[in-house]
């Protein structure tokens, strides 16, 4: 028997945010999900961060210099928490005592159209 598809008005809306990430350390994207889940579990606790859906779907390394280094990624959260979850990634500072810098450049309903902010 074939399991059955969620009709598109029964599944979660999602937004997809480009972030900015300016670190004195390498990263990962391992790294990147650590940095954003714990953020995020700090500023709302771990009941309000299990409802942000949070997943990192790329992550894009551009420039490495001798004070910091420079990624760009997309994550993909639900359309109710945005706000949220800008917020907690707002208060983001430090990553294994190195200083870290994660801002929102961009915010797009489709993958495609938030690759549009990201530089290559």
Known sequence: MKLKVLPPTLRKNNRYLALDIKV?????????VNIVWNGCIRFFGE???GNFSLWVMKF???EKTDEYNHYQAILRCQREYVDEVRASLALIYKHNRKDISVSTIGLSGTIKACQKFIEK
């Open 24 to 32: 004195k350390s390498v990263i990962s994207k391992d790294d990147l």
């Open 60 to 62: 894009y390394e551009l």
């Open 47 to 49: 009941n309000g961060t």
